[in-house]
């Protein structure tokens, strides 16, 4: 785990989602603990229909959503449509998008592949990435996690193109997870590993 030196600023970390299941908050959750580990703050929201935030507070934006009909929930693209036009009106977003140094942002779905498999998780990612693009702070990863379809659609667990996917993500998709989280952490701080 790597933890800041001391005397090294701690970074501002955002771990902000939108649910409608359960699956993304398991997410969310591996995300909250790694990054604490590190030494991070921390802060963890769960997009509802009141949630307001400013994106420009933070150091290292994780954006995450489950995928319905392609697409993030409409709660999040409610928040980020808002976000945008608050932004613009404040001068944030300019042509070209000139990037913001010391910004960093991740983006991830979970999904559940019934028909095409990635392929129709993939807008899902490249929507949330854009409002941070269109700020200027660089995207450095996508993550694609498979989550259980629950209720009505359950069947698709099971019939679908990427085969079982009861119980996901698991405890062994968490692990990668968290890899991957640490794997974020370092890329912040090269300085601790020269
Ligand atoms: C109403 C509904 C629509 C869904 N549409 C898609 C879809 O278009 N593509 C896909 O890959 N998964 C789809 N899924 C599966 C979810 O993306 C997957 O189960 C995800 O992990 C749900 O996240 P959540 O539990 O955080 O809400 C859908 C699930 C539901 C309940």
Redesign the pocket.
Known sequence: MENPRKGEQAMKVLNLYF???????KVADQIAATIAAGGHQVDTIRITANTSVDLLEYDLIFVGS?????LPGKPLRSLFSRLRQNYVARGEIRPGSPLRQGKTGVVYC?????HTGVN??IPTAKYMGQLLEHLGIPVIAEWYLV?????K?QRFSTTGRLGDISGRPNKEDLRQLAELVQGILKAQLPEINS
């Open positions: 649910t409608t299941t359960g699956n993304t908050t489950g995928v319905y009909e392609w979970t999904y559940g592949g019934g129709e998780a989550g259980e379809y629950h209720g659609l």
